[in-house]
Each structure stands twice: as structure tokens, then as C-alpha cells.
């Protein structure tokens, strides 16, 4: 069965630092990533996705994610977070549709904090 | 962008009382899901539908919950007899899923959620 661990529950981080959050993933097919970021009280936004092809994908906000099969890891990065980016954040992971319909396996969040 | 949009936003019910979700999709999606976010905790996949039927379920979705598109448009999630772990926010999410394998045919795309408080 797949399985998507973020390891950080909480990070802390000061306005205009860089940000990583990490997230790996257990899947027997081929994976089909996701972020999401969800506002206090707000849906799932999309933030991006990782399909194939090249590695390194850039999502909306400045966002970017970085897929490492060999670590079975799709990290998200932000060069300089700004106070509006506080929120929590998901990982998700999909198959591939091939005509399937599978529903998403989503990690636990990890919740971003920006301190001024 | 087109959105998906739920209502009601916010229902509030007596425990053994059914409810009804309600999802409009996207208009050319053809596969629809329903998720369960139980507060503070991560969101879980509940069931798909397509062509008018269930394509998956979890085990969370028991014989109290079942789903259905009746009139082409609206796709409803049923709570036969609520319990009070059933409060939780629960989103709708759409996939076009035409030229399925492509990158836009397998994004599912939520709505705002509605959080259903049982008391």
C-alpha cells in the first residue's frame, strides 16, 4: 500500500529565508506527486505536480519540488518565504490513471510558521 | 480557472441524523472523489465515482455512506445516520481524466470543503 511520511510536523521560519519541507513517499507503480497548501479554514490548493519528465518542477507562489527517485523523496522549496505563505502544508502521491481512478494518499501536513 | 464548489459550507446535525453533501464539479470532469479531513489530522480518501458508479472505496466508507450524481451535475455524499466521529471537514475533489496517463487528465482539483459538525 502506499504511503507518504512528512517527517516535520511544525517549522518555524523567518520572513524571507529559505524553506524546504520534506516528503517521502512508499508507492509500488509509478508516482504521481503533489503539493497542496491549505489556509487556515480553506480548501486544497494545487501547488504542483510531478508527472515525469524533468525533475524539478515549478509550482505557483514560487514554489518548487524536486523529485528524487532514488530517495523516493519530493521535497518542496521556497528561496524566500513571505508572512502570506503560513499555512499547511500536504504532499500527496497518485498513480498513473491508465483508465484507474485512484483516490490520493495524503502525508499528515506539515505546518509552516513565519516568524517577521 | 473553473472551480469546484461545495455546499453547504458549514452543517451542523444531531448524532443518528442523515446529511447531504453537495459538490458541483467542474463541468468536463469525469472522475469525482470524496475526502474526510477529521481536525488537526491528514486528509483521507473516502471514495471515487465514474460512469455512474463507485470505482474505490476505503474502509472508512461503510454502508452508512453512499454516493450518487443524480441529475448530471450535483455529486452528493450521504450520511445515513451520523455519528459524532463523523464531524470533519469533507472535500470534493474532480479529474478531467480524458487522455488518461497525461498530467492534466490525473489532477484532481478540490473544493473549499464543507465541515460537518455533529453534536
Known amino acids: 500500500a502506499q504511503s507518504v511520511t512528512q517527517p516535520d510536523i511544525h517549522i518555524t521560519v523567518s520572513e524571507g529565508a529559505s524553506l524546504e519541507l520534506r516528503c517521502n513517499y512508499s508507492y509500488g507503480a509509478t508516482p504521481y506527486l503533489f503539493w497542496y497548501v491549505q489556509s487556515p479554514g480553506q480548501g486544497l490548493q494545487l501547488l504542483l505536480k510531478?508527472?515525469?519528465?524533468?525533475?524539478l518542477v515549478q509550482g505557483i507562489k514560487g514554489f518548487e519540488a524536486e523529485f528524487k527517485r532514488s530517495q523516493s523523496s519530493f521535497n518542496l522549496r521556497k528561496p524566500s518565504v513571505h508572512w502570506s505563505d503560513a499555512a499547511e502544508y500536504f504532499c500527496?502521491?497518485?498513480?498513473?490513471?491508465?483508465?484507474?481512478?485512484?483516490?490520493?494518499?495524503f502525508g499528515k501536513g506539515t505546518h509552516l510558521i513565519i516568524q517577521p | 480557472e473553473p472551480e469546484v464548489t461545495q455546499t453547504p459550507s458549514h452543517q451542523v446535525t444531531q448524532m443518528g441524523q442523515e446529511v447531504i453533501l453537495r459538490c458541483v464539479p467542474i463541468s468536463n470532469h469525469l472522475y469525482f472523489y470524496w475526502y474526510r479531513q477529521i481536525l488537526g489530522q491528514k486528509v483521507e480518501f473516502l471514495v471515487s465515482?465514474?460512469?455512474?458508479?463507485?470505482?474505490?472505496k476505503s474502509e472508512i466508507f461503510d454502508d452508512q455512506f453512499s454516493v450518487e450524481r443524480p441529475d448530471g451535475s450535483n455529486f452528493t455524499l450521504k450520511i445515513r445516520s451520523t455519528k459524532l466521529e463523523d464531524s470533519a471537514m469533507y472535500f470534493c475533489?474532480?479529474?478531467?481524466?480524458?487522455?488518461?496517463?497525461?498530467?492534466?487528465?490525473?489532477?484532481?482539483?478540490f473544493g473549499p470543503g464543507t465541515r460537518l459538525t455533529v453534536l
Open positions: 500527496a502521491v497518485g498513480a498513473l490513471s491508465g483508465g484507474g481512478a485512484d483516490g490520493l494518499t
Open positions: 475533489a474532480a479529474r478531467r481524466g480524458e487522455a488518461p496517463g497525461t498530467s492534466d487528465a490525473d489532477t484532481q482539483y
Open positions: 465515482f465514474y460512469n455512474n458508479e463507485i470505482s474505490e
Open positions: 510531478y508527472f515525469s519528465g524533468d525533475t
